[in-house]
């Protein structure tokens, strides 16, 4: 069987995958989506964001791009789709061009993902592939203030320390160890203005071999893979076989 490239049956899903300012996007560059990939609400998109904060910041360069790992708090209740928070040091060459660019900022947000197998479909014939969940961001860079940066550092720090046993919080130290570093990291803001999501989850294949492919991540030892499992058969739901 020849999977269904248009996918017509995710035609109830809504058209909220990808927005603008203005309007809603449609593909004429930016990330490649087929209507079937794209996640069934905002909210999954959210969530991932929320799950997988290290990004890879983007903007355009003289001599190339520039790109930088770092991670990204997400504010859903700032901006019409949400606000990402984050900050850079200094003498890294990229903070200069991130706050100087007059073009829009990329964010790239990677979720789950894993190769699947051929031996992994009932009948061993479809091509080995990746199933993967990714997001990108575009907005505007806003530098913070000194103040909005120590705030911002105190939510990534508790965030990041909450799982951790006896994790550590930021007045453990004396206030002035936190106050004395801020001069080399800069805080920036970044407003989405364009959101892109890709659930690549195997809706584009067979509904039989997308569950039995959900059914071998399921069962593995790794974490994310088994995530990736429930999401796979999630994307599945209520789609012909």
Known sequence: MVPDPSCDWTHQYPSFWVFTATSLRTQNGGMFVRPCWRPQSIDEAYSLIDEHPWALVINNGDDGPFCTNLPLLLDRTRGAQGTLLGHIARPNAHAAALFESKAPTLAVFQGPYSYVTPSWYPNRDM????????????????????AELEKTLGILNDRMERPIPGGWKMDEVPHSEITRRLPYIAGFELEIERLEAKFKLGQDEPRKDALAVADRLSASSEESHRRLGAMTRRASEGRPE
């Open 127 to 146: 091509p080995g592939t990746y199933y993967y969940t990714a997001i990108h961001c575009y907005g505007r860079i806003r530098a913070q203030s000194d």
